[in-house]
């Protein structure tokens, strides 16, 4: 069956199985393999994309179920460059170890900052609650998650400031 | 790697559609909503559709709102819309309450009110809350819709009323005054399915208790339903002795089985504790206290 999808923001378009699961879609089909692929049971969140915004477990969708949608990886969260601040927050608070769940996590993470900019450790413990670390013992991702969200409202804050004095002369 | 065997696909764009498509493509297809109770049986290759019959599309079948007396809910409403919906917070708090502890966030985001009732898997979360609340189903096939006691529903582990042919369109729950609800579960670890998990409702007339609900799940409860329990609440004050014996009663009369969540004593104790603990916080809240 041909499917279009948009991966990253770029429109794909692929003929696919229909029993093809969205993880091996992206990482067999797309070769963007930092979607990794861990227990295959749904418990582990290593598999862990944005479907139309929304972090999902990719190996229990089909990826025909994802024609029409737009799916978002790990590759497409650095803004060239420059990282996402949910990237920069787990490399200064060492939010990894092995890096396997990484990727999962760091999309969970960046769903949850878009929809509450200011989380508390309990939310973000919540927000991550599908997801195994096998390394960290997750207070390193705690505090990587909490960082983010301080430097992003830091930098709002600025943006505000910054706008003020724009306009008063 | 978990593969499923091979099927054919298709997309319904209208309930009519998933409807005749089910006739066209015969007794081994099947209607995939979340998918995430129908594709992890799918790479077991537990499950064999000829064909998926996919009703993402219809978001028509997702909604909450109110109707007269009654809360309605599309079949296509995820787990995740169901927690955060105010509506359903201050009428049936015991959905949030079971809501919270069904699975994880990721699998809420996608796993759908209607495919769960429709998996009807023996510990599902949500068969035990619409059953305490008396809900009930509306099915839709070829010869036009009929609705269905939630307590009539579920036909044993994995059989329900929805007959081949047809697909589950809405949950209704009737509102209530002066009454409370709450869930509780005890799971191994979180985002587990439940060792045990009880949901009441309180309706109160004074302070005697002019209806209950007791919904139970995991542990071999005839339509997930404690009613030698609710039998015996009716009419009864409203005091903590009345719901430690409610809660002795409902773990009498339930049929656990011994597995890796434990032995049958310890989940029959859980079952006396939790419905004792869940009829006081909806006692609580029918009275306006929490
Ligand atoms: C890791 C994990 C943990 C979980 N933990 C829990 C838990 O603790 N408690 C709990 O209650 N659940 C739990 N679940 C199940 C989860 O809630 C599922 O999402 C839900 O049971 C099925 O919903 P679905 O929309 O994904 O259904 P699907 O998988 O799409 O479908 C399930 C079945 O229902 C049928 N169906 C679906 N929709 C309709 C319809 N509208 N009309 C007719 N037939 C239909 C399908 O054909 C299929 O047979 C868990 C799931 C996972 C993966
Ligand atoms: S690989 Fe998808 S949840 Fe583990
Ligand atoms: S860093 Fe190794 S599993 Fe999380």
Redesign the interface.
């Known amino acids: 069956m041909e499917i279009t999808v948009r991966v990253n923001g770029e429109q794909v378009v692929r003929d696919v199985e229909p029993r093809l699961l969205l993880t091996h879609f992206l990482r067999d089909e797309l070769r963007l393999t930092g979607t990794h692929w861990g227990c295959d049971t749904t418990n582990c969140g290593a598999c862990v994309v944005r479907l139309d915004g929304s972090p999902v477990k990719s190996c229990t969708v089909l990826a025909v179920m994802a024609d029409g949608a737009s799916v978002d990886t790990v590759e497409g969260l650095a803004h060239g460059a420059e990282l996402d601040p949910v990237q920069e927050g787990f490399v200064t608070c060492h939010g990894l170890q092995c890096g396997f769940c990484t990727p999962g996590m760091l999309m969970t993470s960046r769903a949850l900052l878009d929809r509450d900019p200011d989380p508390s450790p309990q939310a973000i413990r919540e927000a991550i609650s599908g997801q195994v670390c096998r390394c960290t013992g997750y207070e390193n991702i705690v505090r990587a998650v909490r960082w983010a969200a301080e430097k992003e409202t830091a930098e709002e804050t600025a943006e505000k400031e910054a706008s003020k004095e724009e306009v008063t002369p | 790697?978990?593969?499923?065997?091979?099927?054919?696909?298709e997309?319904a764009t209208s309930v009519d559609d998933a409807i005749e498509l089910l006739a066209r493509h015969g007794p081994e297809s099947l209607i995939?909503a979340g998918?995430?109770s129908l594709?992890?049986m799918?790479?077991l290759r537990l499950a064999e559709p000829s064909t998926?019959i996919?009703i993402?599309g219809l978001t028509d079948l997702d909604y909450i709102r109110v109707e007269g007396d009654q809360v309605r809910l599309g079949a296509m409403t995820r787990h995740?819309t169901v927690l955060e919906s105010a509506v359903v917070r201050e009428h049936f708090p015991i959905l949030p309450d079971a809501e919270r502890t069904i699975?994880?966030?990721?699998?809420r985001?996608?796993g759908t009110v209607g495919g769960s009732l429709c998996q009807a898997d023996p510990s599902e979360d949500l068969s035990a809350a619409f059953s305490a609340l008396r809900a009930d189903v509306v099915i839709r096939g070829a010869e036009g819709q009929r609705v269905v006691p939630v307590r009539e529903f579920h036909h044993g582990p994995y059989e329900t009323a929805v007959a081949h042919g047809e697909l589950l369109i809405e949950v209704r729950v009737p509102i209530r005054t002066r009454t409370g609800s709450a869930y509780q579960k005890v799971e191994r670890r979180?985002?587990d399915w439940a060792v045990a998990s009880a949901g009441s409702v309180v309706s109160l007339d004074g302070d005697t208790v002019a209806e209950a609900g007791i919904g139970l799940t995991a542990v071999g409860a005839s339509h997930f339903v404690a009613a030698e329990a609710e039998d015996a609440l009716r009419g009864r004050p409203a005091t903590d002795e009345a719901f430690t014996e409610a809660g002795r009663i409902a773990a009498e009369h339930c049929a656990p089985s011994a597995d890796q969540r434990g032995p049958v004593d310890y989940k029959r104790a859980l079952v006396a504790e939790l419905v004792a603990r869940t009829l006081q916080r909806a006692t609580a809240r029918a009275r306006g206290e929490a």
């Open positions: 790697m978990q593969v499923p065997a091979q099927f054919a696909y997309k995939v998918g995430h594709i992890p799918m790479k998926l996919d993402n995740a699975a994880d966030p990721l699998v985001n996608r979180a985002g």
